[in-house]
């Protein structure tokens, strides 16, 4: 174990290890802090962006606002149980024998530190239930493929209720190794949900961004829903890494970088991953309304733009072919508009897409 300076008035009774780990909490707590403060600062951009919103989408938008606020509501009452257990650790309990380590430990069920687990596992359900329904969305509603992900989801929910039961028990806590582990359990098949779904977006998007490659002859990085930033945020991959490296530290329970691994986990990583199950949604809304993210609408649009060259060998005869295409995926701008290869554009009198007549040479 490396070697940290003691000080001289550090308590007789405690270790080198005991130190390290109370110091990760206080940093734990501060990280914890500034990510809660992300999270304040979304919530505003959000209610704000959604108020402006609300006359052209009244439905949508307050029902929106109710899941943002219901995500900074529980995330303020999680941080704040936080906050009052790192008081009792340090300030009202700092003589509990053993030290703040031991309290933290051992006093672990104290009931408000248990609503705080449980405020953050349902922000877990409804970060997983918007992310379930953006991957459907994404997929243009192929229902077939929600069958894994949900069973998943599904368990998920079902290991967390049982989790919360059990550490709500006295003297119980998620570092022990008790004979049924509800812990793993829940953050495995929740975690394994989130990067499944993750997974799975960001393919989509990928493969959208080929056939629009090809359709509009340009990467698609200028485009608003096809970028890098846009695909991380839609997948919530944010939360994904944070959680992913939880999960391993969690589960190995060994060293790391010298370190007890468990400790390293709950005292920096836990703090940062709960709060960011808040910020991961907030994100994607926020991209929503400002137009930059996957609509009903975009989505139809592109399959159709993407879609025709399919049915170019159907239209040979004619002469041409005849692409939609919406003018949020084009930058008129751009010196690829239009696309290489068209003859002649018309722009529809609703401004909502571009007609392109493309010459195909006949192969007969």
């Not at 899941?67 to 995330?75: I, P």
């Not at 509603?141 to 989790?163: A, K, N």
């Not at 490659?213 to 991959?237: C, H, Q």
């Amino acid at each position: 174990m490396a070697t940290y300076r003691v000080s001289r008035y550090a308590p007789a009774n405690e270790t080198e290890a005991d130190l390290w780990f109370e110091r990760s909490n206080i940093d734990g707590a501060v990280l914890g802090g500034t990510a809660y403060g992300v999270h304040l600062t979304l919530f505003i951009m959000c209610m704000l962006s959604l108020w402006k919103e609300r006359t052209r989408s009244p439905r949508y938008s307050y029902m929106t606002m109710i899941y943002v606020f219901v995500l900074f509501a529980l995330g303020t009452i999680g941080n704040a149980a936080n906050t009052q257990f790192n008081e009792m650790t340090f300030v009202d309990d700092r003589d509990y024998p053993g030290g703040p380590n031991a309290f933290f430990v051992e006093q672990n069920s104290y009931w408000f530190n248990v609503v705080g687990y449980s405020v953050y596992i349902v922000n877990t359900w409804l970060q997983d239930g918007l992310l379930l329904y953006r991957f459907i969305l994404i997929w243009n509603f192929r229902y077939w493929m929600l069958v894994v992900p949900t069973l998943l989801y599904l368990v998920s929910i079902i290991m967390s209720c049982f989790l919360m039961s059990q550490i709500a028990q006295p003297g119980n806590n998620i570092w022990q190794r008790l004979s049924i582990n509800f812990a793993l359990s829940y953050w495995s098949t929740s975690i394994a949900t989130t990067i499944l779904l993750t997974v799975l977006i960001v393919s989509r998007v990928m493969y959208i961004r080929h056939r629009l490659s090809k359709v509009l002859g340009r990467t698609g990085n200028d485009t608003p829903y096809l970028t890098v930033s846009a695909m991380l945020i839609e997948s919530a991959f944010l939360y994904s890494v944070f959680a992913l490296v939880f999960l391993v530290s969690y589960a190995r329970n060994n060293t790391l970088q010298n370190f007890p691994g468990m400790q390293i986990f709950i005292s920096m990583i836990l703090p940062i991953s709960d709060r960011v199950k808040s910020i991961a949604p907030l994100l994607i809304i926020l991209q929503v309304t400002r137009g930059r993210a996957w609509t009903k609408n975009s989505i139809r649009d592109t399959q159709r733009l993407t879609e025709t060259p399919s049915t170019a060998d159907n239209s040979r005869k004619s002469g041409a072919v005849s692409f939609a295409i919406p003018l949020h995926l084009i930058d008129p701008e751009s010196s690829n508009f239009p696309p290489s290869g068209a003859s002649s554009s018309k722009v529809a009198s609703d401004s909502t897409v571009v007609n392109i007549s493309k010459e195909v040479v006949s192969q007969d």
